[in-house]
């Protein structure tokens, strides 16, 4: 079956008595998000011990001591089928396969949809109206007031990216004020985008500079994860289009002040330097998966890449 992806942020309680969960999709920062809810959700409900593995060939039926199931992370899905599904259905351990979109994808999505043992989350950019939802239900959850008039501006100004979404409704916590109006919504909508999206934009700086830029800003592991998916949805943007007017209008529209520099960063990228970002980026993922995680060395590593791919 299909869950809608944004109902498990939104309910964060909801339960799903399922075995099989595939993650997918081209919006990695909402994939990331149902990810690391799911396995909060199944960890807490289920006593399960964590398992990363790169694919099903890899599981190894042997339980912790203090664990009733096991919950397997799982990189790829290529080549699964309802037999594979049915015969790993007869334990009770939990499958979360996650994978960006590809074409091969479109029959393991299929098989996913019409089990009843298993779960789809299909993560795209949010639409107006899921976007709508989510900032109604932060503003209620904070006890926030916000003039009417106001609220769909909120909404249409900020990201359909749902962890830049996130970061900027955050902002609204840091006015310390409870009556949102036309002022407090100018700081929002003025200076939105973060101490760690900053960091992307001195890319092109001396590398002194960037360092001394990371080493302020960053300070743990958690700020090097979004800090690299920061620049990964940025990357995304530049693979994207194939001239510059398409990468033009796909700009998101809070980031009006840096469209210069985004322009002119897209225009140091032709065929071969977009492979090379490409390689930089599958490595890290695999880093990440590998590891749970980026360290800051690492991250700072993957920052100095990136700028050397930029500007050779």
Known sequence: MKVEPISLILE???????????????????????KDLLIKNLKSTNSAGLEKIKNLSLIQNNRGLFTDIKLYLIEEASGL??????????????????SENSPKLKKIKNIFLKRKDSVLFDCYELSRDVKSRVVKKFIDDNG?????????????KLDNKYLFLENELKKLLYLDEKNINQQQLGILVGNNYSDTEKIFFDILKSNSSIINSYNSKITSDIEVNKLYYIVKQFSLLILSFNNTNDFEKNIPKYLFREKGFLINLYKKYNSNKKKSLINLLYSTEKDIRSNGGLSLIIGMRFLLKFKKISIS
């Open 144 to 156: 926030l007031k916000v003039e009417p008039s106001l609220f769909w501006i909120i909404v249409d």
């Open 12 to 34: 964060n309680n909801l339960k799903i008595n399922s075995c099989f969960f595939f993650i997918s999709g081209n919006e990695i920062t909402l994939m990331q998000k149902i």
């Open 81 to 98: 089928d309802n037999e594979t599904l049915d015969d790993l259905s007869k334990s009770n351990d939990k499958y979360i396969f996650f």
